[in-house]
């Protein structure tokens, strides 16, 4: 899971790695686009954006 404002981007970096190695997410060379998206569909996001996590991280700091 990640903050939801990095959701996009970790999904579109993953994308890339996904069909540069498929055999590395365990899917067959020249994987299918739903089977591209079944790997992209386990990123989540944690309902909260970076912003308010640092937020909740500086206030346990103290």
């Known amino acids: 899971?990640?903050?939801?404002?990095h959701v996009d981007t970790v999904?579109?970096?993953?994308?890339?790695?996904v069909i540069e190695l498929p055999t590395n997410y365990?899917?067959?060379e020249n994987p299918s686009e739903s089977q591209v998206e079944g790997v992209l569909n386990r990123v989540?996001?944690?309902g909260l954006i970076s912003d308010e996590l640092h937020d909740?991280?500086?206030k346990l700091e103290k």
């Open 1 to 5: 899971m990640v903050p939801d404002d």
């Open 11 to 17: 999904k579109a970096d993953l994308r890339a790695k």
């Open 26 to 28: 365990f899917l067959p």
């Open 44 to 46: 989540r996001g944690l």
């Open 56 to 58: 909740i991280v500086a």
